[in-house]
């Protein structure tokens, strides 16, 4: 019913090889930057008063 060759194999082992590593660069795009935000410390803004307005 199916005519499976080598090279028909090497296309589909190929392709999943080639969508795994395209699904894990995409996971590791999207987790990497949260991971960096959820670690990096908060700082909250200041700004520093002229003398005139602490008066």
Same mark, same amino acid.
């Given at each position: 019913?199916?005519?499976?060759?080598?090279?028909?194999?090497?296309?589909?082992?190929?392709?999943? *090889?080639?969508? #795994?590593? #395209?699904?894990?660069?995409? *996971?590791?795009?999207? *987790?990497?930057?949260?991971?960096?935000a959820e670690t990096a410390p908060v700082q909250?803004?200041?700004?520093? #008063?002229?003398?005139? #307005?602490?008066?």
């Amino acid at each position: 019913m199916f005519n499976i060759d080598t090279a028909d194999l090497q296309r589909v082992v190929t392709a999943i *090889v080639g969508a #795994l590593v #395209l699904s894990t660069a995409c *996971v590791g795009a999207a *987790v990497v930057p949260a991971r960096a935000a959820e670690t990096a410390p908060v700082q909250a803004a200041q700004v520093q #008063l002229s003398d005139e #307005l602490r008066a």
